[in-house]
């Protein structure tokens, strides 16, 4: 291993004293290949120097598995590194703790997960030099956590990369997943294509003089010329489009050209034109519409020497150095730019952040629309939303400022409905607290409780409130059901007549009043003196239209009623 950009730094500085713990602590622990587990963390740091974080950041790295992992604690590391290296730590020991299901269709709020709840984009930004050194030592691992690993690297990481600008990054990492996320399209790929690629960077070496001779002649400083064989993984992406026919893959092998200036990004793409005519509908122009994660070049496929259709992409040195570190190279430039003493240097962390999510949105801008921007932002920015983690390591999106309540309505609604306690991280919490990015949150319920009024008054979810109103309403209507009238009781007094009883029922059969209970009185006679109708409650329309028909009854004297409960 390379460890000569580690001894550049100063025997008692920051990184040697997190090297020595990270040693101390990870002592005579091996990882799978046989190495000592030291040599994962080393190489973590070395990236992330490389990449040009800064000394809070390769500290971080050298120390990002020192919780998790040994008998040390976040104080331990606040105590002897400061609570800047502390929070980075931190960041990343609760996404080492994160199972991401393999079946798990909504990936996206895995991404959103870990952008959003690290509050901090270095804590990204590691965590994605520890996937890329992790997949390169994958082949130790028993193969089910090969094929785990592997999906998650293929699913979250490489289009997280992708997102924050970190092409040569998400390549990589899908091309070190591919064989064991699908092995046999590996292998079909290695028997049809190796040839090719073999014929095709033959080819590269040929044009390349030509091309910069030529480039030369019209004044334009080149850089440097190289070739790009497609990646494995993007190559089936595109073969599956194309009916798996390598014939109609153009870009097996890209020239890529880097010039000085924008302005000779234009004029060299004049010359290839000159030279080669280009295929129509070809040109793509990310430069003045850069992609959506501020990728920028130019992009042409010509007939080309010996009549081969090749492609060719122009940039500037700027546009490389994005394209390889992506939003990394945002911050390491904010860094240098903004590089003081090193006491001020935690107090710009914050603005070189803001300043790195400003250079993102301007590229952004460019290329969407408004409607797009507004969901781009939502989805890529998280100004309003945090990710918390049940029990079950299951992710749950919800906005800022969220409680256990609304976590608990957006479970289940029972859960909701019966909640009477919460855990936050371990920890008893009351019910308005409010919930942070990577909080593990545990809601504690009893059958028997009912949601309070009270928690509308601080709530933030439209699911919660809709569902705490409706419980509501539901309990009020049973205290009304319980406190309404169970029935109508009627006393009917009549004069002594034969069929009395009949025209009684015949009344209420007629306006359709079940009747549930019916008895009669009789005098010394023997003869009806009064009957007692019971029915289920009535409206007071229904009730007032039986009354009169009663009286109307013949031999009817009196109608007393009342409500039973």
Known sequence: MNTS??????????????????????KDVKRESGDPYITHSLSVAETVHKWGLDEASVAAALLHDVVEDTNFTLKNIDKQFGK????????????????????????????????SFSRDLRVV????????????TLKFLPEDRQKRIAWETSEIYAPLAYRLGMQ????????????YFHPEEYLWLLDNVKDRYEERESYAR?????????????????????????????????????????????DLVALRIVVKTIEDCYAALGVIHKLYPPLPGRIKDYIARPKPNGYQSLHTTVFALENIITEF???????????????????????????????????????????LWVEQLRNWQKSFSDKELIESIAVDFFKDRIFVITPQNDVIDLPAGATPVDFAYRIHSDVGNNCVGAKVNGK????????????????????????????????????????????????????????????????????????????????????KINIGYLSSETDKRGAISAVTVRTAPLTKSKLEQILVKIKKIAGTKEVNYKFNR
Not at 89 to 113: A, M, S
Not at 125 to 136: E, P, T, V
Not at 168 to 179: H, K, T, V, Y
């Open 84 to 115: 800047e290296v502390a929070f980075l730590v931190d960041g990343l020991t609760k996404l080492k703790k994160i199972q991401y299901p393999e079946h798990d269709p909504n990936v996206e709020t895995l991404r959103k997960f870990i952008i």
């Open 313 to 355: 992409q122009v940039r500037t040195a700027e546009m490389h150095e994005v394209d390889e570190l992506g939003i990394a190279a945002h911050w390491a430039y904010e860094q240098i730019k903004n590089s003081k003493r090193h006491s001020e240097q935690w107090k710009g962390v914050l603005s070189r952040k803001e300043l």
């Open 5 to 26: 950009w580690f001894q550049k730094y100063p025997e008692n500085g920051l990184i040697k004293r997190a090297y020595a713990f990270a040693e101390e602590a990870h």
């Open 206 to 250: 040929k044009i390349k003089p030509i091309i910069r001779k030529n480039f030369e002649r019209n004044g334009i400083k080149v850089i440097a010329i190289d070739s790009r064989a497609k990646r494995y993984s993007s190559l089936y992406k595109k073969l599956q489009r194309y009916d798996m026919d390598l014939d109609k893959i153009y």
């Open 428 to 511: 008893i919490v009351p019910l308005n607290y409010e919930l942070q990015s990577g909080d593990i949150v545990e809601i504690m319920t009893q059958k028997t409780k009912k949601p309070s009024e009270d928690w509308l008054r601080f709530i933030k979810t439209s699911l919660a409130r809709s569902q705490i109103k409706n419980a509501i309403k539901d309990k009020i209507k049973t205290l009304r059901e319980k406190s309404a009238p169970a029935g109508v009781e009627f006393k009917i007094v009549n004069q002594d007549r034969p069929g009395f009883l009949k025209d009684v029922t015949a009344q209420f059969d007629e306006s």
């Open 168 to 179: 040569r990054l998400s390549g990589e990492l899908e091309d070190l997943a591919f064989p």
């Open 125 to 136: 930004i590691i965590k994605l030099a520890d996937r890329w050194h992790n997949m390169r």
